[in-house]
């Protein structure tokens, strides 16, 4: 087996199968011993839990790349990507269609008035342009470089997801702290990578002295 | 879930399934019982004590559906074991509450530090259900035991200058570890207006379901105060003094603009993040709406007459 059939038959199969596991385990614990005194406050955390955790998972493939030298991490970030835009999107259908069953009315008014809700919303349609544009069609059409400007926007999504979770919580900030700070490392490392990519051409293109 | 009841008639499961399916299930469902076991380990090692000679008091709350123990005894907040809901069950699992003393104290003719089972000796312990309403828009209906706070104030003769009662929970982060931790301001601490701690429905809770109270609930003593959010009714009470000042309260520090001295059940009124006119009663899909004073307007809204309800959350 070549490399490239390693990855496409066995690495991506595995990988997706590992990302629909904490679906199937919220599945699987509600046919069976159910998900506790409030279930649909239990699912919401739940599935709001995962969609941030893919959203910085999805964000740590590049650094993961470039620290570990696996060049072929690479090719999970579109998977890993749609994965956390599936779990959003879960996150806000179980508010929507179990939390206020469909009441679109006093889901309205919680958008404006609730300004965690409204952050977790600014998010929500932050992400949409960059599942659309995930196909290879996408990214020819586009043209690497818009591509790329475009899908940093994972960043403030990122962060916009850490400060949701952050105003949501009572008082015990500890959790979206935590979110928050691996966050800030991986932009971190992406912003001295690319200093330091600066750095290197301008040495080049500055003229030596003879 | 789909649960059948197998009729005699009915095919039994080695007749249908091939004999190693049927062994496997087996095993599944002895491991399941073996997890029941350990589960209902976890409300305490010696187990919940029924609680002798209590009598049914005839306000309680008939026409609504009580919410089982297991989901009163799993769902907590009580910081001191964790900040997540499924945390105290855990955490509290070996706290031992006897022996237990609690002061009281301030402004009383009588001040003394007395032994629980000693404090609640005279008293007939009560049948109560209430509706309980928690700041974050869940409810329950508790069958709690007690007895009214009043009743046991009275015994150490408030003065003239008792205008509020502040309440204390133990602190004692090697026995409540979630103390290790700042998420609240330690001890936890309460308070009402005198007259709310006088009033008929303010109970001293020893017990939930005609059993001790479990520790992840507040063992145990703790305050029910059913026309305010739950937080009100503070835990594992060892402090009451009687005072002249409106003593500080442990939400209201850690969130002033959140959480107001009187937080009394009010629809009308929404918490700074969440809307508080409806609530998700334990056990049900849709969320119902929020009554004034929780449903117990007839009784405590005299106690309010004149105050701004909005300014005074
Ligand atoms: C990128 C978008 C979003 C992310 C990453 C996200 C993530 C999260 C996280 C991590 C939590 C806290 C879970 C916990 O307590 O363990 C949460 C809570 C919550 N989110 Fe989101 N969220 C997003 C968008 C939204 C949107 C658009 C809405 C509503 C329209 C929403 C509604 C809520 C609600 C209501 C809660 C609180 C649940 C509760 O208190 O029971 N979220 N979210």
Redesign the interface.
């Known amino acids: 087996m070549t490399t490239d059939q390693r990855i496409r038959f066995l690495v991506k199969p595995a990988v997706f199968v590992l990302c629909l596991g904490p679906l199937a385990w919220i599945i699987g614990r509600a046919?069976?011993i159910g998900l506790?005194?409030?279930p649909?406050?239990y699912s919401n955390r739940y599935l709001g839990d995962w969609a941030l955790r893919f959203i910085l998972i999805a964000l740590a493939v590049t650094p993961g790349r470039e620290i570990l030298g696996w060049s072929w991490l690479a090719r999970l970030r579109r998977m890993l990507g749609l994965f956390a835009f599936a779990y959003v999107v879960l996150h806000v259908l179980s508010y929507v269609g179990?939390d206020q069953?469909f009441d679109w009315w006093?889901i309205g008014?919680?958008i404006l008035?609730?300004?965690?809700i409204t952050v977790g919303m600014i998010a929500v349609t932050l992400l949409i342009p960059l599942a659309i544009t995930s196909t290879n069609g996408m990214v020819r059409r586009m043209g690497g470089r818009a591509w790329q400007r475009l899908h940093r926007l994972a960043y403030v999504i990122g962060m916009l997801g850490c400060l949701h979770f952050y105003?949501?919580v009572?008082?015990?900030t500890?959790e979206p702290i935590i979110y928050a700070s691996i966050l800030a490392c991986l932009l971190g490392y992406r912003l001295i990578a690319a200093g330091r990519r600066r750095l290197a051409r301008n040495r080049r293109n500055t003229p030596q002295p003879a | 879930m789909l649960i059948k009841s197998i009729r005699a008639s009915d095919a039994k499961p080695s007749e249908i399934t091939p004999k190693s399916v049927y062994m496997d299930r087996r095993r599944f469902l002895q491991t399941a019982a073996a997890g029941a076991a350990l589960a209902s380990f976890a409300n305490g090692p010696a187990g919940a004590a029924k609680i002798d000679g209590i009598k049914k008091w005839p306000g309680s709350l008939t026409s609504e559906k009580l919410t089982p123990l297991d989901s009163i005894a799993s769902y907590n907040n009580f910081y001191e074991f964790g900040t997540d809901k499924s945390d105290p069950v855990r955490n509290a699992r070996f706290f031992m509450p006897r022996p237990w003393t609690v002061a009281i104290g301030g402004e009383v003719a009588k001040p003394a530090t007395v032994d629980l089972d000693a404090l609640l000796k005279p008293h007939t312990p009560e049948e109560r259900i209430y509706r309980m309403r928690c700041v974050e828009a869940w409810s329950m209906v508790i069958p709690w035991v007690g007895i009214p706070l009043a009743d046991v104030l009275k015994r150490f003769e408030p003065t003239s200058k008792a205008k509020f009662v502040a309440f204390e929970t133990l602190n004692d982060p090697k026995r409540m570890p979630g103390q290790a931790v700042p998420s609240l301001q330690w001890p936890y601490v309460e308070g009402l207006r005198i007259d709310e701690a006088m009033h008929p429905l303010t109970l001293l809770a020893v017990g939930i379901y005609d059993e001790d109270m479990p520790n992840q609930n507040g063992a145990p003593l703790r305050l029910v105060v059913p026309w305010k959010y739950g937080f009100k009714g503070i835990k594992s009470i060892v402090k009451i003094s009687l005072v002249e000042k409106q003593p500080p309260t442990s939400w209201n520090i850690a969130a002033p603009n959140e959480y107001g001295f009187f937080s009394n059940v009010n629809p009308k009124v929404d918490h700074q993040r969440w809307s508080q006119a409806k609530e998700r009663r334990s056990g049900e899909f849709l969320r119902r709406d929020t009554l004034m004073f929780n449903g117990y307007g007839d009784e405590v809204a005299s106690m309010y007459t004149g105050l701004d309800l909005k300014a005074n959350y």
């Open positions: 046919l069976t506790g005194a409030n649909i406050e179990l069953f006093a008014g919680e008035k609730r300004q965690y105003m949501m009572k008082s015990d500890r």
